[in-house]
């Protein structure tokens, strides 16, 4: 006979509580404690752990549909032995999270194939880990969702919103040259969430050429400083992953 069936005004409180996982562990903490003839104390925290533990998962998978990642790309899943000029050593500090307390920026840079937006979103998935809202978009989606919102007299909100995220990845920057007023949109999020909050970058472009995509040279000048300042910079160098044999189908640009 379950705990539901003997004690159903327990039962009826954990779920008016809300407390979902020591409803769900209830039974089989129930006869681990009188198997193992734990005090009541010992049997409570069991169940306050199995409580937190579920909180956690939920609140896990809550930030990780709002990231909007692009499959399972994790730092243990990246093949390092493909390119082995790749800084792993940075990676790995990266991957720490240490850069999102220090509100640092990211930018990692390389030809097209070479691990960039899969090193982004592995960053990306351990913020989630260490509790961090994370969001993960391209230059062209931003762009688009900036002008939907001025559509629609929320274009503020919208940008105080992004600015508020932890970690803002934004993939393919320069993949497409950014004109009036994407250019504005780009400086004007970038000048709210600098010192104040991270974002990585992902180019095909080196640092040098990210002018060029600037319709506004001194906006592109302006909005460069501050990405490029106290930043992380990883630049990728060697083969694509995508004309490696089939067993590296999963690594991406």
Same mark, same amino acid.
């Given at each position: 006979? /379950?705990?539901?069936?003997?004690?159903?005004?327990? !039962?009826?409180?954990? %779920?008016?509580? %809300?407390?979902?996982?020591?409803?769900?562990?209830?039974?089989?903490?129930?006869?681990?404690?009188?198997?193992?003839?734990?005090?009541?104390?010992?049997?409570?925290?069991?169940?306050?752990?199995?409580?937190?533990?579920?909180?956690?998962?939920?609140?896990?998978?809550?930030?990780?549909?709002?990231?909007?990642?692009?499959? +399972?790309?994790?730092?243990?899943?990246?093949?390092?032995?493909?390119?082995?000029?790749?800084? +792993?050593?940075?990676?790995?500090?990266?991957?720490?999270?240490?850069?999102?307390?220090?509100?640092?920026?990211?930018?990692?840079?390389?030809?097209?194939?070479?691990?960039?937006?899969?090193?982004?979103?592995?960053?990306?998935?351990?913020?989630?880990?260490?509790?961090?809202?994370?969001?993960?978009?391209? +230059?062209?989606?931003?762009?688009?969702?900036?002008?939907?919102?001025?559509?629609?007299?929320?274009?503020?909100?919208?940008?105080?919103?992004?600015?508020?995220?932890?970690?803002?990845?934004?993939?393919?920057?320069?993949?497409?040259?950014?004109?009036?007023?994407?250019?504005?949109?780009?400086?004007?999020?970038?000048?709210?969430?600098?010192?104040?909050?991270? !974002?990585?970058?992902?180019?095909?472009?080196?640092?040098?050429?990210?002018?060029?995509?600037?319709?506004?040279?001194?906006?592109?000048?302006?909005?460069?400083?501050?990405?490029?300042?106290?930043?992380?910079?990883?630049?990728?160098?060697?083969?694509?992953?995508?004309?490696?044999?089939?067993?590296?189908?999963?690594? /991406? %640009?």
């Amino acid at each position: 006979m /379950t705990t539901t069936q003997i004690l159903p005004e327990l !039962t009826e409180g954990l %779920k008016r509580l %809300k407390l979902s996982g020591m409803l769900e562990y209830l039974d089989s903490r129930n006869l681990e404690a009188v198997n193992n003839q734990m005090s009541y104390s010992e049997h409570l925290t069991l169940l306050v752990q199995d409580e937190l533990l579920t909180r956690e998962q939920r609140h896990y998978e809550r930030r990780y549909r709002k990231a909007k990642f692009k499959g +399972q790309k994790t730092i243990e899943s990246f093949d390092f032995l493909f390119n082995p000029n790749i800084n +792993q050593a940075l990676v790995k500090d990266l991957a720490t999270c240490r850069f999102i307390k220090e509100k640092y920026p990211v930018l990692i840079m390389g030809p097209c194939g070479t691990g960039k937006s899969h090193i982004a979103q592995a960053l990306g998935h351990c913020g989630l880990q260490k509790g961090y809202e994370v969001l993960c978009t391209t +230059q062209s989606k931003l762009s688009e969702e900036l002008q939907a919102a001025k559509a629609i007299n929320s274009y503020r909100k919208k940008i105080i919103a992004l600015a508020k995220i932890p970690l803002l990845i934004i993939d393919d920057f320069g993949l497409k040259p950014l004109g009036s007023p994407q250019d504005e949109d780009l400086h004007e999020l970038i000048a709210e969430r600098y010192e104040q909050s991270s !974002t990585i970058i992902t180019s095909n472009l080196a640092l040098n050429e990210w002018g060029q995509i600037f319709n506004n040279q001194l906006l592109g000048v302006a909005t460069i400083d501050r990405l490029q300042h106290n930043s992380y910079q990883l630049v990728l160098k060697g083969k694509s992953f995508r004309s490696a044999p089939c067993n590296n189908k999963n690594q /991406t %640009k």
